[in-house]
């Protein structure tokens, strides 16, 4: 028998049997819902086999909708990722800076760039692009949204990086000092590698927040990523909404718990690893850390 | 309005072909606060303040249904029988990992227009309201579930232990003993939620409610001379609403705060 609750006695047979019933119930109730639901989606011609059968049967679906949109989704986070963690780095660093101007003034830049909404940031990227630039309209929508992300994402990712190196223990950068060490060879080639290493499950995390961000792109930018893929779908495949959505929502669901277990599997590597000092850094569920 | 012409003066509503309309003053006078306002945010054709006010709206009311719905959750999670626990585990596990955007616009495009749900609005305004603050909350409610969990976990073995010693249920010990002290010890998390969810009120301009980042979309389209400026004014309006909620909370916090 696995480890109890603290907040309940471990049941007798008596628990067991109201337990028991609880379970009953709730299957019920969960079962009235079912029927209910379907109901309302037979009536409205949304469960026929017609509207569902494309996934399985036509691969079209897949090579020219459903595929390049997973693709188009996976590359812009991708990118936003690789373009937006050098950045963080550099801001994360000047934030920790012994000069307080600078410090003060980075600082205030990662707040002001973490209180905005990325939508507004890829709105305004978008409008930049289309005035001041000579990117095509076709490839606006990528550049706006990556350009949004890795605004957002610099400013989220300076903070881990900087907690990551807070995490470290003094015996590190005293150490480093002892032997001669200047400000920035302490930096580079003792405390941003371990850093580096802690923060790998808060990074993992952090590309969930990204990957569910491009779909923002995806409505209201045009942008030809997986939920863009929906509205193609059911007006190719007559009106099935409610499918589409449905196959949608679960690659966006498989992608993200496919990185949820990386992170989780990076931290116990962290934990495990010598390759560092500190604590493996997580980030918040939201994985955006407060702004005060 | 007759008091204020002058004795003989025609009556405003004869038609203007008698009294071309070049000899009469502008009846409607341009208000003050469009001269002290820059071009770009015309108050005639813009509302500001209306988008903002359904901003604070949508975080407000998802904020009340996330709040309740996710302690509904975490007293799942923690709960004696293993099927509530399985099934709020796997509610937080899928909501948290769909897209927010996918969540809103299926209100709308699933939910709405394809089985006919209007949550009780009357208009397409009000519906569209009401459909995102569902999803707002649905998906929020993961997180605030989340975080009470983590505040669960950090209440002391032994207040629950010496609340059961006393005879109480499990609906007793949580709801006397361990989340009272959860609550305390989370506000500052929750406060992380709330400014998110704050944030993702953008993302019911998906949409179409009438809200900030939707008139923004608008203003950077027709102002396009302007958009630094205009995204400035919101970024501001924005700053405006989560700087005050985050400094609130966190002097709640730190008043609620358990000693130990």
């Known amino acids: 028998m696995k480890a109890l609750s603290v907040l309940y006695d471990s049941p007798g047979p008596r628990a067991r049997r109201r337990n028991l019933l609880y379970s009953l119930l709730f299957l019920l109730m969960v079962a009235a819902a079912a029927w209910w639901t379907l109901k309302q989606l037979a009536d409205k011609n949304q469960l026929a086999a017609e509207k569902w059968t494309p996934f399985v049967e036509d691969p079209r679906v897949w090579t020219e909708f459903l595929l390049p949109g997973l693709l188009h989704t996976v590359q812009a986070a991708a990118v936003a990722l690789v373009l937006a963690l050098p950045l963080g780095a550099l801001l994360g660093i000047a934030r920790l800076s012994d000069h307080a101007l600078l410090r003060r003034s980075v600082g205030t830049l990662i707040d002001c760039c973490r209180a905005v909404p990325v939508l507004m940031l890829m709105l305004l990227a978008n409008e930049v692009y289309a005035r001041f630039s000579d990117v095509t309209p076709e490839a606006r929508p990528l550049y706006a949204v990556v350009t949004g992300l890795v605004v957002f994402n610099a400013a989220v990712l300076a903070e881990i990086v900087r907690a990551g190196i807070l995490a470290l223990p003094r015996g590190q950068s005293d150490a480093a000092r002892a032997i001669g060490m200047r400000k920035g060879q302490l930096m580079a080639s003792i405390l941003l590698p371990q850093a580096v290493t802690a923060m790998l499950p808060a990074l993992t995390t952090q590309l969930v927040v990204i990957v569910k961000d491009t779909a923002l792109g995806g409505e209201m930018l045009a942008f030809d990523e997986l939920l863009h893929q929906v509205r193609l779908i059911s007006a190719n495949y007559g009106a099935n909404t409610i499918a589409s959505f449905t196959v949608v929502a679960l690659l966006f669901i498989a992608l993200n718990l496919l990185l949820t277990a990386l992170a989780s599997r990076t931290e116990s590597w962290v934990r495990r690893s010598r390759r560092t000092t500190g604590t493996a850094v997580t980030a918040s569920p939201t994985g955006r850390a407060p702004l005060a | ?260």
């Open chain 2, 1 to 260: 309005m007759a008091g204020h012409l002058p004795p003989g003066a025609p009556p405003a509503t004869l038609p203007s072909a008698t009294f071309p309309s070049a000899t009469f003053p502008s009846a409607t006078p341009v208000p003050d606060t469009a001269a002290l306002l820059p071009d770009f945010l015309d108050a005639q054709r813009y509302d500001l303040f209306g988008a903002f006010w359904v901003t604070v709206q949508l975080a407000l009311y998802a904020a009340a249904g996330a709040l309740t719905w996710g302690t509904l959750l975490a007293g799942l999670r923690v709960s004696p029988v293993p099927l509530l626990r399985a099934f709020a585990a796997l509610y937080v596990h899928v909501v948290r990992n769909t897209p927010l955007t996918v969540i809103i616009v299926a209100t709308s495009l699933a939910l709405h227009q394809t089985m006919g749900a209007t949550l009780g609005g009357g208009t397409a305004k009000e519906t569209g309201f009401r459909l995102a603050v569902l999803g707002l909350a649905a998906y929020t409610a993961t997180f605030v579930c989340e975080s009470l969990r983590s505040g669960i976990n950090s209440v002391p073995v032994g207040e629950a232990e010496a609340a059961r010693s006393l005879g109480l249920t499990f609906p007793q010990v949580l709801r006397h003993v361990v989340l009272p002290q959860a609550f305390r010890a989370v506000v500052n998390p929750l406060a992380t939620v709330l400014m998110s969810l704050t944030k993702n009120t953008t993302t019911a301009a998906a949409i179409g409610v009438g809200e900030a980042a939707l008139l923004m979309k608008e203003m950077l389209e027709n102002e396009s001379h302007a958009v630094f400026a205009v995204f400035a004014v919101f970024a501001f309006g924005f700053v405006c609403i989560t700087l005050p909620t985050g400094l609130l909370l966190g002097w709640i916090s730190t008043r609620v705060a358990v000693r130990r």
